[in-house]
């Protein structure tokens, strides 16, 4: 487990996004990681995960990405995101970060047993 590490970095501003290329370009980078909800917030449109301006950004990191031979990820906050960034090319999406899938659990939870929360 020791031998071999993914290194990636995070895009999440329009600084990073403009010099995606030269982060792509950087020996033992392997990955470029889009944050969209604080790149959305960069970018001026916080949470329009769907606005052509993000999805702008997003085409960059890829075509670096291409260019340089490097993977890409992204946080996919809903399903058709993650099938426009897996069809630019996404190796990575992952669907929410700890908190929000532990919250997703613990809601499923309380959704199935809910007779059992109800207070007399």
């Not at 604080?38 to 075509?63: N, P, T, Y």
């Not at 906050?77 to 630019?88: I, K, L, T, Y």
Request: charged share 25%; glycine share 10%.
């Amino acid at each position: 487990s020791n031998r071999e590490r993914l290194f990636g970095i995070q895009v999440e501003t329009l600084g990073a996004v403009e010099a995606a290329g030269e982060i792509a370009a950087l020996d033992g980078c392997d990955l470029l990681f889009i944050g969209p909800a604080d790149l959305s917030l960069a970018l001026g449109i916080v949470g329009q995960f769907h606005h052509d301006k993000l999805w702008e950004a997003i085409s960059r990191v890829a075509d670096a990405c291409k260019r340089y031979g490097k993977s890409w990820g992204c946080v996919a906050p809903d399903p058709a995101f993650a099938d426009r960034a897996v069809e630019m090319g996404c190796r990575m999406p992952t669907f929410g970060n700890d908190i929000v899938i532990l919250r997703r659990g613990i809601e499923a939870v309380k959704g199935a047993f809910a007779s059992q929360f109800e207070v007399t």
